[in-house]
């Protein structure tokens, strides 16, 4: 259904072509830079699968040896752990047993000791200060972290451990947005569309692959992380031909 949607979205203007430049798996690539993990970033500065690494590190297998299911489970768990996943989250999530996925995300901070600690240290400092910030300091109040429904707070841990992680996201797509607005002035190409960590730009096409490298440098650019960030872009008639 999402690709028939997206197929509704064309060029206004017959002869133009529409690009769509996303960031890559952005949220751990933020979750690697605060954290500062070594393993989480060194598969970032090579460019790993980091599902697949995960899987390898977690199931103690050779990268090559990971089977789908193992990634499958690794791909939850990675983007879990921005969510402040659970062993039942988890367990819902992938179909294992309630202990299994306990001992998976046991497994997944003895591999990435920097993010445990990193979890840990912002749940402490979002007790003590009241609130949590985004890379760009805006923040978010989270009181509920001192207040006595169990329910309440646990809820609020998984807002101070996310906030920071997906706050951060928005932060650098908003400074991306800004930056291309400014570089297409006067081109003939516009921003058309923002979606999650996507942005859509149409222009002529013989602009396009000038405009498409020149978005994939500025959104790279967006903001001085300790590890790179990557962005995928594509061109096509309509958006749903670029996916």
């Not at 400092?125 to 707070?153: F, H, M, Q």
């Not at 996507?198 to 959104?219: F, G, Q, S, Y």
Request: aromatic share 6%; glycine share 6%.
């Amino acid at each position: 259904l999402g690709l028939r949607i997206r197929k509704g979205f064309v060029p206004g203007r017959a002869g133009n072509r529409l690009i769509s430049a996303d960031y890559s798996q952005i949220e751990l690539r933020i979750l690697a830079h605060l954290s500062q993990d070594e393993a989480l970033q060194e598969a970032f500065r090579k460019d790993l699968d980091i599902h697949r690494d995960t899987a390898s590190r977690v199931f103690g297998v050779a990268p090559d040896d990971v089977t789908p299911d193992m990634r499958r489970q690794a791909k939850a768990v990675n983007f879990g752990v921005v969510y402040g996943i659970s062993a039942f989250g988890l367990a819902r999530n992938t179909g294992v047993s309630n202990a299994e996925a306990a001992r998976f995300i046991d497994d997944y901070f003895a591999q990435y000791p920097g993010v445990k600690r990193w979890i840990d240290d912002t749940i402490e400092e979002a007790k003590e200060r009241g609130y949590v910030t985004t890379l760009l300091n805006r923040r978010r109040y989270v009181p509920e972290l001192a207040g006595s429904d169990r329910n309440a707070r646990n809820a609020a841990v998984q807002v101070a451990i996310n906030t920071p992680v997906q706050g951060s996201a928005a932060d650098i797509n908003k400074i991306a947005m800004l930056c291309l607005d400014a570089d297409l002035a006067n081109s003939g190409a516009q921003l058309v569309l923002q979606v999650h960590d996507e942005l859509l730009v149409e222009c002529p096409e013989e602009m396009a692959k000038d405009i498409a490298n020149r978005m994939r440098t500025i959104m790279e650019s967006a903001i001085d992380l300790s590890i790179p960030l990557k962005v995928d872009v594509g061109i096509g008639n309509n958006w749903a031909e670029i996916h």
